[in-house]
């Protein structure tokens, strides 16, 4: 079974610092990760996703993650926190689809980010 | 391209009625996934269709049902609704390539409140 574990269900940086938001996985095989962000009212939009290919992984809004297979992480960062990035973040695992059979993502819990002016 | 619509927004109910709200995903998309989140449970699958089957289903009671339609249009249907089924539901597609890891597209969702 996978799992995710988003450590800090809350994070609060001042406008202008690092952005870390942590994110470890459990998988019994080569998983694919993702990085959504969700603002109030809102859906969920990706951030940026790992498929096995690069181990760094840049997205938008100046996001980009690191997977670390030693570590089982996948922690998002960016380097300069903007007032926009107040939201909401979930880390995501699936597995890749050899057939087009079942297909699930599996959530973490979510970091509610706070940027302080 | 139009993103996933879902319908309705908004939804108040009580309990023991039911429900059915309507997912229609990315045109070409041919997935359509379900997740219902909450503030104690955060975001948990429900179930996923394709070509009108559904491929893969959560650990949710029997209540929890749907469909898809050959346009690819999902709905999903919720009977004797309880307090606890208030939540946000979320849909989302994917194009479902075959051996590739398929992103998947979430609409705006529908808030369920039951009373």
């Known amino acids: 079974a996978q799992s995710v574990t988003q450590l800090g269900s809350h994070v609060s940086v001042s406008e202008g610092a690092l952005v870390l938001l942590r994110c470890n996985y459990s998988?019994?095989?080569?998983?694919?990760l993702f990085w959504y962000v969700q603002y109030p009212n809102q859906g969920l939009q990706l951030l940026l996703k790992?498929?096995?290919?690069?181990?760094l992984v840049k997205g938008i809004n100046g996001f980009e993650a690191e997977f670390k297979k030693s570590e089982t992480s996948f922690h998002l960062t960016k380097p300069s926190a903007h007032m926009s990035d107040a939201a909401e973040y979930f880390c995501?695992?699936?597995?890749?689809?050899?057939?087009?059979?079942?297909?699930?993502?599996?959530f973490g819990q979510g970091t509610r980010l706070t940027i302080n002016p | 391209k139009a993103g996933v619509t879902q319908t309705p927004r908004y939804l108040i109910k009580t309990r023991g009625q039911q429900v059915t709200l309507s997912c229609s995903p990315i045109?070409?998309?041919?997935?359509v996934s379900w997740y219902q989140q909450t503030p104690g449970q955060g975001l948990q699958f429900l179930f996923e269709?394709?070509?009108?089957?559904?491929?893969n289903k959560g650990n949710f009671p029997g209540r929890f049902s749907g469909r898809q339609f050959s346009n690819s249009r999902s709905e999903m249907n919720v009977s004797t609704l309880e307090l606890g089924d208030s939540a946000l539901y979320l849909c989302?597609?994917?194009?479902?390539?075959?051996?590739?890891?398929?992103?998947?597209?979430f609409g705006p969702g529908t808030r369920l409140t039951v009373l």
């Open positions: 989302a597609s994917s194009p479902r390539t075959s051996g590739r890891a398929d992103t998947q597209y």
């Open positions: 998988s019994s095989v080569p998983p694919y």
């Open positions: 790992y498929t096995s290919a690069a181990t």
């Open positions: 995501a695992v699936t597995t890749p689809q050899r057939v087009q059979g079942a297909q699930k993502l599996v």
């Open positions: 045109s070409g998309h041919r997935s």
């Open positions: 269709y394709f070509s009108e089957t559904q491929r």
